[in-house]
Antibody, heavy 126, light 105 residues
Framework: QVQLVESGGAIVQPGRSLRLSCAAS????????MHWVRQAPGKGLEWVAQ????????SYVDSVKGRITVSRDVSKKALFLQMNGLRVEDTAVYYC???????????????????WGKGTTVTVSS | YDLTQPPSVSVSPGQTASISCSGH??????VCWYQQKPGQSPVLVLY???KRPSGIPERFSGSNSADTATLTISGAQAMDEADYYC?????????FGGGTKLTVL
C-alpha cells in the first residue's frame, strides 16, 4: 500500500543540525513532487518545503530559507530535510506528504497533498 | 497571504456543519481541506474546492467563491469530530488556515 514513513527526529540544542528522512513505498516515487509540513505543539499546520518530482525545483517558507534544504534520492525512494542552525521555534512534528495534481479547466494544474506520513518529532531545546 | 478560519464550530449529530476559510480573492484559487484527528496525521478530505478523494464520504462537500471557501459536512457524525484545515497556493507556496476544531455533540 502507499506509505510514507518519516524518521530522524530528535532532541537537539539550538544551533545544531538534523537530517530528517521520509521513506516512500507503494507508488512510483519519481513521478511525484513531495512536501514537508510541520506542526508545533498544540498549533496548526505549517508548510515548510516542496521539491518537484525530478528534484530540480524547490521552494521554502520564508522562515526556513537559508537554513533548511529539501532533497530526494530516487534510487532510495527517499525524501530528506536537512535542517541547520535549528531554533527553538523549529520544534514540531514534521510530516512528509506526497503531492498529486489534477488538470483544471484553465489548462493549469491544481496540486494537493494526498498521502501523509505519521510524522517525526523534532525538539530544539537547550 | 493569510487564510482565516473560525477556531471552533459545534454541531449536533445528524445536523449540517459549515466551516469557513477566508482569504483575499480566495475564489480565484483552488482550495483543499484536511481533517486531523487527535494524535493522527492529516487526511485529505477535499481538493479542487469540492472533489472528494476515494474513501471520503459523500457527506463532505465544498464551495469556493469571492473571498470565502466553505467545507460542509451534511449529517455530521461523531467520527467527524476533528480539526479541519483549509489550504491554498499563493506565489508558489502552500498556505494553511489556522484550523477549526469541529465538535459534534
Amino acid at each position: 500500500q502507499v506509505q510514507l514513513v518519516e524518521s530522524g527526529g530528535a532532541i537537539v540544542q539550538p544551533g545544531r543540525s538534523l537530517r530528517l528522512s521520509c521513506a516512500a513505498s507503494g507508488f512510483t516515487f519519481s513521478d511525484y513532487g513531495m512536501h514537508w509540513v510541520r506542526q508545533a505543539p498544540g498549533k496548526g499546520l505549517e508548510w515548510v518545503a516542496q521539491i518537484s518530482y525530478d528534484g530540480i525545483k524547490t521552494s521554502y517558507v520564508d522562515s526556513v530559507k537559508g537554513r533548511i534544504t529539501v532533497s530526494r534520492d530516487v534510487s532510495k525512494k527517499a525524501l530528506f530535510l536537512q535542517m541547520n542552525g535549528l531554533r527553538v521555534e523549529d520544534t514540531a512534528v514534521y510530516y512528509c506528504a506526497r503531492e498529486s495534481l489534477v488538470e483544471v479547466p484553465s489548462g493549469d494544474y491544481h496540486y494537493y497533498m494526498d498521502v501523509w506520513g505519521k510524522g517525526t518529532t523534532v525538539t530544539v531545546s537547550s | 497571504y493569510d487564510l482565516t478560519q473560525p477556531p471552533s464550530v459545534s454541531v449536533s449529530p445528524g445536523q449540517t456543519a459549515s466551516i469557513s476559510c477566508s482569504g483575499h480573492k480566495l475564489g480565484d484559487k483552488y482550495v483543499c481541506w484536511y481533517q486531523q484527528k487527535p494524535g493522527q496525521s492529516p487526511v485529505l478530505v477535499l481538493y479542487q474546492d469540492n472533489k472528494r478523494p476515494s474513501g471520503i464520504p459523500e457527506r463532505f462537500s465544498g464551495s469556493n467563491s469571492a473571498d470565502t471557501a466553505t467545507l460542509t459536512i451534511s449529517g455530521a457524525q461523531a467520527m467527524d469530530e476533528a480539526d479541519y484545515y483549509c489550504q491554498a497556493w499563493h506565489s508558489g507556496t502552500a498556505v494553511f488556515g489556522g484550523g477549526t476544531k469541529l465538535t459534534v455533540l
